[in-house]
């Protein structure tokens, strides 16, 4: 073989694995992006997994119970809504509830929701007086007549009412109807005790909602 032919052998040889060696960068270069994108899902599968907890379950509690000295559960209301859940809760400390959220201008109907056990005034009594009024204009709402509720005073306890159990006896039920205006934000609450079954609420329209 003469040296022409040597060196074309040689450069042909040096050529392929020229050739070679550019493959394999290439193939690295593309493993090692295969891996960076693999990793980057990974980490943002990981920051979603932790992530994902903070804003599931996340919204704020309806309502706050606090178990106070005399036995009595004291009721903050945050939001109208899972009334529900307050009835099982309240229930697990011994207050059978039937909880009811009133739409603007809304009340449930005056047909009973069953066997009243606290005294009603005898029938054409008028449900206003001074008192009542007076208590109206400087809080917002209505006092309840049971004595297994009681408002707090919203100076101290504001959106807050205090439920007794030892007043619910056994296959009683304390039904609270409350809604707030939106335009005044004033409460109107009706609380009061049935004995057996409690009828649902039926809405009808309130002539005397603020």
Not at 32 to 61: D, E, N, Q
Not at 123 to 144: C, F, I, N, Q
């Amino acid at each position: 073989m003469t040296f022409q032919e040597r060196l074309l052998t040689e450069l042909k040889a040096e050529a392929v694995r020229r050739a070679d060696e550019q493959r394999a960068r290439r193939s690295r270069k593309a493993v090692t992006i295969r891996v960076a994108a693999a990793a980057a899902i990974a980490a943002a599968c990981t920051l979603v997994a932790i992530v994902a907890p903070t804003f599931t379950g996340s919204r704020a509690a309806a309502y706050a119970l606090t178990r106070n000295a005399d036995g009595s559960i004291t009721v903050t209301i945050k939001e109208f809504r899972d009334p529900e859940r307050l009835e099982r809760d309240l229930a697990e400390h011994g207050a059978r509830t039937d909880i009811t959220y009133l739409p603007q201008h809304e009340r449930c109907t005056e047909d009973d929701r069953g066997v009243p056990v606290d005294p009603q005034p005898p029938p054409g009594t008028p449900m206003r007086s001074k008192a009542m009024d007076e208590w109206v204009a400087k809080y917002g709402y209505h006092l309840p007549t049971s004595r297994a509720i009681r408002m707090m005073s919203p100076e101290k306890s504001p959106n807050s009412f205090a439920i007794f159990p030892e007043h619910i006896k056994q296959g009683q039920t304390l039904v609270v109807q409350i809604g707030e205006s939106h335009r005044t934000k004033q409460w109107k609450l009706g609380a009061f005790l049935i004995a057996g079954p409690v009828k649902p609420c039926v809405f009808e329209d309130d002539p005397y909602w603020n």
